[in-house]
């Protein structure tokens, strides 16, 4: 069973940073994609950031820049660093996941396609 498990929110000032972790398990680390979304109250799920097993990256023009997706293969971990916060970038964060070949961070960030999610992470960004 993929189990995905996010923490590193928080509540931060404007400006400032935070780095959230998505730790996974289940699956084999070295054939997988896994994406990070975001969903304020009384918004639609929102795409942040996605990297593949391949090292392929993608973001949304409205956060490169900002936010920088990398995964530590040896502790099956994927982390989302993000600087610069915004009160607008208040939200819970969840990352999810999909096994590897045939398909690409291009196809699922566009679907939302994934097979397992995390239950998530609150980031609150006061100013």
């Known amino acids: 069973e993929v189990q995905l498990v996010e923490s590193g929110g928080g509540l931060v000032q404007t400006g400032g940073s935070l780095r959230l972790s998505c730790a996974a398990s289940?699956?084999?680390?070295?054939?997988?994609?896994i994406g990070w979304f975001r969903q304020a109250p009384g918004k639609e799920r929102e795409r942040v950031s996605c990297?593949?097993?391949?090292?392929?990256?993608w973001y949304p023009n409205s956060l490169k820049g900002r936010f920088t997706i990398s995964s530590d293969n040896a502790v099956n971990t994927v982390y989302l660093q993000m600087n610069s916060l915004k009160s607008e970038d208040t939200a819970v964060y969840y990352c999810?996941?999909?096994?590897?070949?045939?398909?690409?961070?291009?196809?699922?960030?566009?679907?939302?396609?994934?097979?397992?999610w995390g239950q998530g992470t609150q980031v609150t960004v006061s100013s």
């Open positions: 999810a996941w999909q096994s590897g070949p045939g398909t690409s961070c291009l196809w699922l960030m566009a679907t939302m396609d994934f097979g397992a």
């Open positions: 289940g699956f084999t680390f070295a054939d997988y994609h």
């Open positions: 990297i593949s097993y391949d090292g392929t990256k």
